[in-house]
């Protein structure tokens, strides 16, 4: 079973789990992108904007490129439709512009994760950091092996235990985030960061545990650190499959009660998450909204919906929800 799902965006945004990729890790330029529906191509004059003009023939038309009758709808989304044609092709312009998309959705795929800058980042905010790794050992492994990267690796158990010792007595938060490069380390140095702090102003009577950075890590890792760190909730911040417009999207997956082995249904996922998505500040409300719920009802996952967008109260933690199997 897949998430919980807020989607950002209806049209748009990676709302699978990012386990879900081929074993590059980049959906293919011959298959429909499902994860991100707003494939944006841009619209220069004279090139893939092929509509008629007063002034005359345009250069695409001089060309030979045939304008699609629905060129008109292109105002009302991001996708790639009404590219129009030259013969029975796709007009080379629109071609290119695919094949940079792409290129440009690989390269965020394979971008190291700058843990560093981010962890600086945060503690200038503020924030107490950790940094982590996966027992995945490198992006290849991690691309070809997902099991590795929902788990920690040795050196990151023990790192755990020391801080967990410095502590003196066991640990207890409200909130664990873990931020994770995923699939995209740049929706990471990109959005993280605003996200936190957007976040912090609407949980001030909570205490947060340090900041995770992870290097490698897939969602379900959250839910050894979170237990490890005493967390109530865990939320992990990580990069989404990028599409062939998104490449810089973030999702959030939320888990109340993480150990290891809960499953997907048992989570709820803010997908999009970007400027041309969902916004920060959106995303930052949706998200305190599921998770002062999520705290009032003891749960996550299917059982939770968000009523955030519809000005719903916080639902009552008197209220008899069903119990998945593995709750009872």
Known sequence: MSAARSAGDASGGAIASADAVRSDGVPSPDTPNDAATNDA?????GTTDVGPTDAGPTDAALAGVVAAPWQALRRFTAARIALGRAGVAVPTAAELEFRLAHARARDAVHLPFDADAVAAALRAAGHETLTLASAAADRHVYLQRPDLGRRLDDASRERLAAWRQQRGAAPAFDLALVVADGLSALAVHRHAVPLVVALRPHLPDWTLAPVVLMHQGRVAIGDE???ALGAACVVVLIGERPGLSSPDSLGLYLTFGPRIGRHDAQRNCISNVRPEGLPIAAAAHKLAWLLAASARLGLSGVQLK??????????LAEVELPKLPADA
């Open 41 to 45: 191509v841009p619209t220069d004059a």
């Open 225 to 227: 650190v979170g237990a």
């Open 306 to 315: 968000d009523g955030s967008d519809r000005g719903e109260a916080i639902p």
